[in-house]
C-alpha cells in the first residue's frame, strides 16, 4: 500500500516562498512519475507540476512556470514542490500524488492517471 504525506504547508504574504514536501512509502520511489495537484474552494483539482521517473523530466501549469521548481530525492522517497513569488491565486489545498504504472493516459496532466493520493497540505497567500 503506498502512503503520501505532504507537509510545509501554512500562511505566507504575496512574493513569499513555501516549500512543500511528500514523504512516499513506498519500496521503490524511483520507479513512480510523481505530481503535485492543487485545489482551491469551489474549484476543481488542477495540475500543478509532475516528475518523470528515470530522466526526471519536469513538467508544469502554465500559471506556476518560472514561479515553482519540483524536484526528487529518490533516497529519502521525498517529493518536493519550491514555491517562490507566491500570489493570492495560489491559495488552495495541494496534493501530491503517485503514478506506478509505465503507460498512463493523461499523463502527466490528468488527475485519473495517478492512483496514489496525499491528504494535502494547505497554502494560504495573503495580499
Known amino acids: 500500500q503506498v502512503q503520501l504525506v505532504e507537509s510545509g504547508g501554512g500562511l505566507v504574504q504575496a512574493g513569499g516562498s513555501l516549500r512543500l514536501s511528500c514523504a512516499a512509502s513506498v519500496r521503490t520511489f524511483s520507479k513512480y512519475r510523481m505530481g503535485w495537484f492543487r485545489q482551491a474552494p469551489g474549484k476543481e483539482r488542477e495540475f500543478v507540476a509532475a516528475?518523470?521517473?528515470?530522466?526526471?523530466?519536469?513538467y508544469y501549469a502554465d500559471s506556476v512556470k518560472d514561479r515553482f521548481t519540483i524536484s526528487r530525492d529518490n533516497p529519502k522517497n521525498t517529493l518536493y514542490l519550491q514555491m517562490n513569488s507566491l500570489k493570492p491565486e495560489d491559495t488552495a489545498v495541494y496534493y501530491c500524488?503517485?503514478?506506478?504504472?509505465?503507460?498512463?493516459?493523461?499523463?502527466?496532466?490528468?488527475?485519473?492517471?495517478?492512483?496514489?493520493w496525499g491528504q494535502g497540505t494547505q497554502v494560504t497567500v495573503s495580499s
Open positions: 500524488a503517485a503514478d506506478p504504472s509505465y503507460y498512463s493516459t493523461g499523463w502527466p496532466f490528468n488527475r485519473r492517471a495517478y492512483d496514489y
Open positions: 516528475v518523470d521517473r528515470g530522466s526526471g523530466t519536469t
